[in-house]
């Protein structure tokens, strides 16, 4: 195991009876990465994270953190990571110093250290102006920081986080993915989370896991083309550059003829059309359809290409094994 791989699991397994919550993962996470680990319910991430933290024995395969094999020195796994579940196991009749504290003491660090973490750990996630109070009169939002805090008290070098945005509103979780970005500068980050906005926001790369297995693992943007498809977005006026009329349909028979486009879709536009164009990812119809707007004399008001969007990608890697799942569930 190389000194930059952070997190290792190799052929990892979980059986519950006959059915397989994790069915051989395997997958390496580096040195200041932050990664995001994708999957629908029931598709073995919190399994997994609770293996690699200790919390689960596998029932087969290797995994280690930090190089510590989790069987075999869970221990020395538990001192090299901070890990906040979905929910922060919080002591609510406690003030937050209190909890820090606490959490400190846990962790056997000696009251000078404790003064210097606490200090850091409270500016990184914005608790100075709650230090004092009791958890149980915090927000979500705050609680969720005071979660962070903890897991981040003793300067681990890797952070196992489990859909720690889950209860919080639109801003909490913006503020939460500047912290977390802010942290992951310095460390390993494995970020399970549902929403792929925020992978897309905090993370450059993604493991995607369905039916326990691990059915895509890369950049984002190497992910992205596992579609096969890009879109270029085309618009054009209402009206052409001469001043005639220009109809939705005429625009829309015109781009389904270019060589190379598999489907045409129209998007809402205000006095404009909008389509969708997609292609085969190696296919670039920019050119084309420049040419072809310059030919029919439209007004181009944009033209841009990107490829096929996280959600849809995702959504194609897992909704196979959805069905499948709910089929064996009815039989």
Same mark, same amino acid.
């Given at each position: 195991?190389?000194?930059?791989?952070?997190?290792?699991?190799?052929?990892?397994?979980?059986?519950?009876?006959?059915?397989?919550?994790?069915?051989?993962?395997?997958?390496?996470?580096?040195?200041?990465?932050?990664?995001?680990?994708?999957?629908?319910?029931?598709?073995?991430?919190?399994?997994?994270?609770?293996?690699?933290?200790?919390?689960?024995?596998?029932?087969?395969?290797?995994?280690?953190?930090?190089?510590?094999?989790?069987?075999?020195?869970?221990?020395?796994?538990?001192?090299?990571?901070?890990?906040?579940?979905?929910?922060? +196991?919080?002591?609510?009749?406690?003030?937050?110093?209190?909890?820090?504290?606490?959490?400190?003491e846990i962790r056997e660090l000696d009251e000078s250290t404790f003064?210097?973490?606490?200090?850091?750990?409270?500016?990184?996630?914005?608790?100075?102006?709650?230090?004092?109070?009791?958890?149980?009169?915090?927000?979500?939002?705050?609680?969720?920081?005071?979660?962070?805090?903890?897991?981040?008290?003793?300067? +681990?070098?890797?952070?196992?986080? !489990?859909? +720690?945005?889950?209860?919080? !509103?639109?801003?909490?979780?913006?503020?939460?993915?500047?912290?977390?970005?802010?942290?992951?500068?310095?460390?390993?980050?494995?970020?399970?989370?549902?929403?792929?906005?925020?992978?897309?926001?905090?993370?450059?790369?993604?493991?995607?896991?369905?039916?326990?297995?691990?059915?895509?693992?890369?950049?984002?943007?190497?992910?992205?083309?596992?579609s096969g498809a890009v879109r270029t977005t085309l618009t054009v006026?209402?009206?052409?550059?001469?001043?005639?009329?220009?109809?939705?349909?005429?625009?829309?028979?015109?781009?389904?003829?270019?060589?190379?486009?598999?489907?045409?879709?129209?998007?809402?536009?205000?006095?404009?059309?909008?389509? !969708?164009?997609?292609?085969?990812?190696?296919?670039?119809?920019?050119?084309?359809?420049?040419?072809?707007?310059?030919?029919?004399?439209?007004?181009?008001?944009?033209?841009?290409?990107?490829?096929?969007?996280?959600?849809?990608?995702?959504? !194609?890697?897992?909704?196979?094994?959805?069905?499948?799942?709910?089929?064996?569930?009815?039989?």
């Amino acid at each position: 195991m190389s000194s930059d791989v952070m997190i290792q699991t190799q052929d990892l397994a979980k059986s519950y009876g006959s059915f397989k919550a994790v069915d051989r993962i395997s997958f390496e996470v580096r040195r200041g990465e932050i990664v995001g680990f994708l999957g629908p319910n029931g598709a073995g991430k919190s399994t997994t994270m609770r293996i690699l933290t200790c919390y689960l024995a596998a029932t087969g395969g290797t995994a280690k953190v930090n190089g510590k094999d989790v069987f075999e020195d869970s221990l020395g796994v538990r001192q090299s990571l901070g890990y906040l579940p979905q929910r922060a +196991p919080l002591y609510l009749d406690m003030s937050v110093l209190e909890y820090l504290r606490f959490a400190a003491e846990i962790r056997e660090l000696d009251e000078s250290t404790f003064k210097k973490r606490a200090r850091s750990v409270v500016e990184v996630c914005g608790l100075a102006q709650v230090l004092g109070k009791g958890i149980g009169e915090l927000s979500h939002g705050y609680r969720q920081r005071v979660g962070l805090a903890q897991a981040l008290i003793h300067d +681990p070098p890797i952070l196992i986080l !489990d859909e +720690p945005t889950s209860d919080l !509103d639109p801003n909490e979780k913006t503020e939460f993915l500047e912290y977390l970005k802010r942290i992951g500068q310095e460390r390993t980050v494995l970020l399970s989370t549902h929403n792929l906005n925020e992978v897309e926001a905090a993370c450059a790369r993604a493991i995607i896991v369905s039916r326990g297995r691990v059915v895509a693992d890369g950049a984002l943007a190497d992910i992205r083309a596992k579609s096969g498809a890009v879109r270029t977005t085309l618009t054009v006026g209402a009206q052409s550059l001469s001043g005639q009329s220009v109809s939705e349909a005429e625009v829309k028979a015109a781009l389904a003829g270019v060589n190379g486009a598999t489907s045409v879709n129209a998007l809402p536009a205000e006095n404009s059309f909008r389509f !969708d164009v997609t292609s085969a990812q190696d296919a670039d119809l920019r050119a084309d359809l420049f040419r072809l707007a310059v030919a029919k004399g439209w007004l181009l008001l944009e033209l841009s290409r990107e490829a096929q969007a996280l959600e849809d990608v995702f959504r !194609d890697l897992t909704l196979g094994d959805e069905r499948k799942n709910r089929e064996l569930s009815a039989a």
